[in-house]
């Protein structure tokens, strides 16, 4: 027996924080960054608290790629406040926080009886960015910044209740993040559409993510202001996160955690970097033909309905690189390593523990091909150097 989960209720549009004018409850902890205070983001939910007479802590500390440290201090306040409410506003990171805080919370609950009135509070998800698709998702990645890697979780519980999308809040989202996440999308959707666990109903929503990334991510890019791109680029990373939620990612996360982590890069420009060669290497193209397929007829079909050139699968396969390739040189992200001032020596230093953290990465068995360390070492190695002829 198999299972698709659809979760949460999603609000979406213009002026969609108005679900929040109806809810209800006495204690809110929001979780949030100190940049969305200073924008006045925080403010359009206090507000509505405010007049609502529900009372509500901001924890503000949050940084990109949160750390453990950061979710330990939240875990003790929300401890304290013992909310009914939990809204978390901002990027990814401050959602996988809030995620990674509730999900502590309600362990810490379960194993120690002083903690025995903290319930799971109601948590709403409010996207400023387009890209984690963390506000439907099971999924949350912490920082352990004492050792250098990037912890992914993964539980049920960590699905917020509601996810709020309303682009207004994405307007001011600068180009380079605009393009990072946007790539962030463009990964989730196409991992989940090849994943081992991908079926009829994950496939409907990669699709429509995939296509929405590549028909408004560079009109957004161009002009934050274009506000029906920016709906575009919400709901669609708003379906690929539907989509892998459910059909899992592969070894592009994998291996985006692992560098990311080692040389402070941010998440979504690190699954774009490593994008064709994961493609190619799934696929298995060498020499025109592919070795694998059934996954390379997949990346086809997307190359397809991209209207691409796709009379076979390798064509399929190898104009989706190319395409994704042009996607990143227009955004302004290099398609090799060796272009990000890293050098050959730092980065072959490195390859062994990055390795060694894509194999225990939870994102890789869902990868559609089953990989070695050799395999690992091969794409890392390819994509430093970068590749122009497929």
């Known amino acids: 027996m198999k299972r698709f989960l659809v979760r949460p209720e999603i609000y979406y549009g213009s002026n969609a924080l108005g679900y929040l004018e109806g809810i209800e409850g006495k204690r809110a902890f929001i979780v949030t960054d100190a940049f969305m205070v200073k924008l006045g983001m925080v403010t359009k939910i206090t507000d509505i608290l405010e007049k609502k007479h529900i009372e509500y802590e901001v924890f503000s500390e949050v940084e990109p790629d949160p750390s453990l440290d950061t979710v330990k201090k939240g875990l003790n306040q929300i401890i304290y406040t013992k909310p009914d409410l939990l809204i978390a506003i901002g990027g990814g990171s401050s959602i996988d926080a809030a995620k990674a805080i509730m999900c502590f919370c309600i362990h810490l609950k379960e194993k120690f009886i002083d903690t025995h009135s903290i319930k799971k509070p109601w948590f709403v998800a409010i996207p400023t960015t387009s890209g984690t698709g963390s506000e439907v998702t099971s999924y949350a990645v912490v920082t352990d910044k004492v050792n250098n890697i990037k912890i992914p979780l993964n539980e049920a519980l960590m699905i917020p209740d509601v996810a709020i999308l309303d682009e207004e809040l994405t307007k001011t989202v600068p180009p380079a993040v605009t393009g990072d996440t946007g790539m962030d999308v463009l990964t989730h959707a196409l991992e989940a559409y090849v994943s081992l666990q991908a079926c009829d109903y994950t496939d409907i929503y990669a699709e429509k993510a995939v296509q929405s990334v ?177």
Request: proline share 5%.
């Open 214 to 390: 590549f028909g408004y991510l560079l009109r957004a890019f161009k002009n934050g202001g274009d506000m029906e791109a920016r709906a575009k680029l919400h709901n669609g990373s708003c379906m690929a996160g539907i989509a892998f939620t459910n059909a899992t990612l592969g070894i592009n996360h994998s291996l985006a955690h692992a560098f990311g982590a080692k040389f402070k890069l941010p998440h979504g420009r690190s699954n774009a970097i490593f994008l064709p060669y994961v493609i190619k290497f799934n696929a298995g193209l060498e020499n025109g033909m592919v070795k694998n397929p059934a996954v390379a007829e997949k990346y086809a079909a997307i190359a397809k309905q991209l209207n691409f050139p796709a009379a076979t699968a390798p064509e399929g396969v190898r104009s989706l690189i190319e395409g994704i390739k042009v996607l990143n040189r227009v955004l302004g992200i290099p398609t090799a390593i060796k272009d990000m001032n890293i050098s050959k020596y730092e980065f072959e230093g490195s390859i062994a523990e990055m390795t060694e953290g894509v194999m225990k990465d939870i994102c890789t068995p869902g990868n559609p091909v089953q990989v070695t360390e050799k395999d690992i070492i091969r794409v890392f190695k390819e994509a430093y150097v970068g590749l122009e002829n497929l």
